[in-house]
T-cell receptor, first 114, second 117 residues
Framework: EAAVTQSPRNKVTVTGGNVTLSCRQT?????MYWYRQDTGHGLRLIHY???????QIGDVPDGYKATRTTQEDFFLLLELASPSQTSLYFC?????????????FGPGTRLLVL | GDSVTQTEGQVTVSESKSLIINCTYS????????LFWYVRYPGEGLQLLLK?????QKGSSRGFEATYNKEATSFHLQKASVQESDSAVYYC??????????????FGAGTRLKVIA
């Protein structure tokens, strides 16, 4: 069973603050993803990666940076947090990026920007 | 672009009663998308409940089932008799080819199921 962990689980920051969300997967999956979910919306893809050092832009990348430092670790950076980034963030991994691939999700990080 | 619509934000069902959670989709690729249901229990991440990759087929898991209806572009989730332990948020999703070798996942907004005794 693929294991994906996220930290912190909850975070409060102020407008303009600097936030890093961490994700680690322990099943050697190539693909990793960052999503955000807001009430009334489906999960929206922020950034994704298909290997260490690789970064691909998702559908809602503005205001976010990401880095994939190793096969296991994928970070999401908010360098100047804004209230519009208050959301529930999910990290996911999958063995391939193909259409039939199952995604394995972490438990989520709830971020509040005051 | 592709989209997935779940019309109900929350559904409340009495234990042992039947359930249907609606999902319709729109896909832009020439072929047919793959369809998924994910479930999120409190405090946990989303996990795959079932998937169907062939139009006209039915997927099933843990008493839940969903049929890939390409004519109606629907993938409704059903269960004949729900239990309190089924209380969770259910997400419909599709994956579709965007170009050669690249695929994209699209999720619905989720439907919160509350099962009451």
């Amino acid at each position: 069973e693929a294991a994906v962990t996220q930290s912190p689980r909850n975070k409060v920051t102020v407008t303009g603050g600097n936030v890093t969300l961490s994700c680690r997967q322990t099943n050697s999956h190539n693909y990793m993803y960052w999503y955000r979910q807001d009430t009334g919306h489906g999960l929206r893809l922020i950034h994704y990666s298909y290997g260490a050092g690789n970064l691909q832009i998702g559908d809602v990348p503005d205001g976010y940076k990401a880095t994939r430092t190793t096969q296991e670790d994928f970070f999401l950076l908010l360098e100047l947090a804004s209230p519009s980034q208050t959301s529930l963030y999910f990290c996911a991994s999958s063995p391939t990026g193909g259409a039939r691939g199952t995604q394995y999700f972490g438990p989520g990080t709830r971020l509040l920007v005051l | 672009g592709d989209s997935v619509t779940q019309t109900e934000g929350q559904v409340t069902v009495s234990e042992s009663k039947s359930l249907i959670i609606n999902c319709t989709y729109s896909a832009t690729s020439i072929g047919y998308p793959n369809l998924f249901w994910y479930v999120r229990y409190p405090g946990e991440g989303l996990q795959l409940l079932l998937k169907v990759i062939t139009a006209g087929q039915k997927g099933s898991s843990r008493g839940f089932e969903a049929t890939y209806n390409k004519e109606a572009t629907s993938f409704h989730l059903q269960k004949a008799s729900v239990q309190e332990s089924d209380s969770a948020v259910y997400y419909c999703a599709l994956s579709d080819r965007v170009n050669t070798g690249n695929y994209k996942y699209v999720f619905g907004a989720g439907t919160r199921l509350k099962v009451i005794a």
